[in-house]
């Protein structure tokens, strides 16, 4: 990247503020970093800084502080008709100049009164005109607060705090009043809208705690502000006895169409003492949640047959796990089933999608760090047959019950208790 020393000279004669920052701006656009494009038009850091992050509010004579750009604040494009921040900067510069106004709206292409009114209205009172803090009480100005729908809408608060009480995500939530309001539109919620109702201060819209750990937030992931994204832990413990690897599986990991197709892991209490097998069918993504006495092999492997016996052949054709010696006494599942058990690789959760989502959805029924022996396998039931119960978007808007019954009716084979 190329930086020139050359300095534009400061003083009488100097290259206009407006042109100095869209050249600042250009250079940037090319890759220039922000050093070399300051010292380029011959702007100061503390300039280059404003005009990237923001800007100084004065009261007094003193800065008290900065605030963001006003672009940043709304998200919608402003229109023609209202001075942009360009316009004001060309003010600034041609009102410093000592320029008239009907000269300054010539320049410009606007009528007097318009710059007359923005001197008078975003001007300071000692007859100084700046920029930025002009721009920002313009765009404060125009801005019109309004109550969010759903506090006007009783039967919109209503029908999200059902929803959220059920434990629905504001995308399942969101589908949910198009299909059932379709031509309501004031019954309509984008997810961002309901991700801000629950992040609002004081939001009304709460949960029951479904554990002696109650959640912060509506949200799954119980947290009451925003987080940016972060990957997985990944587990220490490998498997390393003799098995099937994933990639002798008839079928790579993002094909679905094999029913019967299982996929499987534990979620595990504090210093591994307790533990919950949980299942994921890959084509209905119906759940089973295996409930565990001990979190030893032989313990997962009595488990796992006991409740899959149930189930016709067909509907128990492969179990896909990770490498946890938990699952050490494969060869005997698969001897009383006659299901083949398949191993991921290390470090690779995404060939197990459907179970590591699965397991991020139970963490809100069985917090981390909690005890997970106390759970009956009456209570793991109630669990599995919510999350059964709730319409998946990836499913056409249907819950993973009604696929795995039709599944189910097409083997013959009565309606799972």
């Not at 009488?12 to 869209?22: D, H, T, Y």
């Not at 032989?298 to 938990?326: C, F, K, N, V, Y």
């Amino acid at each position: 990247m190329l930086a020139s020393s050359r300095r534009v000279a400061k003083g009488p004669g100097r290259r206009r503020q407006s042109a100095k920052q869209a050249q600042f701006f250009r250079l940037l656009a090319r890759g220039w970093t922000a050093a070399a494009a300051r010292r380029e038009v011959g702007i100061s850091r503390s300039t280059s800084r404003n005009w990237r992050n923001g800007f100084k509010v004065y009261r007094d004579g003193e800065v008290i502080g900065f605030v963001p750009p006003v672009d940043r604040l709304t998200a919608s494009p402003i229109s023609s008709r209202f001075l942009s921040q360009h316009e004001r900067i060309e003010i600034a510069d041609l009102h410093r100049a000592g320029k008239s106004v009907r000269a300054i709206a010539a320049e410009l292409g606007r009528s007097p009164s318009t710059v007359s009114r923005e001197l008078r209205r975003n001007g300071r009172r000692d007859g100084q005109y700046r920029p930025f803090e002009a721009h920002h009480k313009a765009a404060m100005r125009r801005r019109r607060p309004r109550a969010p729908r759903w506090t006007t809408t009783p039967a919109l608060e209503a029908f999200l705090r059902e929803h959220l009480r059920q434990r629905w995500s504001p995308q399942q939530i969101s589908r949910e009043l198009g299909h059932q309001f379709r031509d309501d539109r004031q019954m309509h919620l984008c997810p961002e809208s309901i991700y801000q109702a629950i992040y609002r201060p004081g939001s009304p819209l709460t949960r029951p705690p479904i554990t002696r750990h109650p959640a912060r937030s509506p949200l799954r992931t119980g947290r009451d502000h925003r987080r940016a994204h972060r990957r997985l832990e990944q587990r220490q413990h490998r498997f390393t006895a003799p098995g099937l690897s994933i990639h002798e599986r008839p079928f790579p990991p993002e094909d679905r169409s094999h029913v019967g197709a299982w996929e499987g892991d534990l979620i595990v209490g504090p210093g591994h003492r307790s533990a919950i097998g949980t299942l994921v069918e890959r084509h209905t993504r119906f759940v089973k949640l295996i409930h565990l006495p001990a979190q030893d092999s032989r313990a997962l492997r009595d488990a796992l047959i006991d409740d899959l016996a149930g189930l016709p052949a067909q509907l128990r054709t492969s179990i896909t796990w990770d490498q946890g010696t938990e699952m050490s006494r494969h060869q005997d599942i698969t001897a009383a089933l006659g299901t083949k058990i398949y191993f991921a690789d290390a470090h690779s959760p995404w060939q197990r999608g459907s179970n590591e989502n699965t397991n991020g959805l139970l963490r809100q029924y069985f917090p981390k760090g909690t005890d997970l022996s106390r759970h009956t396998p009456a209570d793991l039931r109630a669990v599995a047959d919510e999350l059964n119960a709730r319409p998946r978007a990836v499913l056409g808007h249907q819950p993973p019950a009604a696929l795995f019954a039709m599944l189910l009716a097409s083997a013959d084979h009565p309606p799972l208790r």
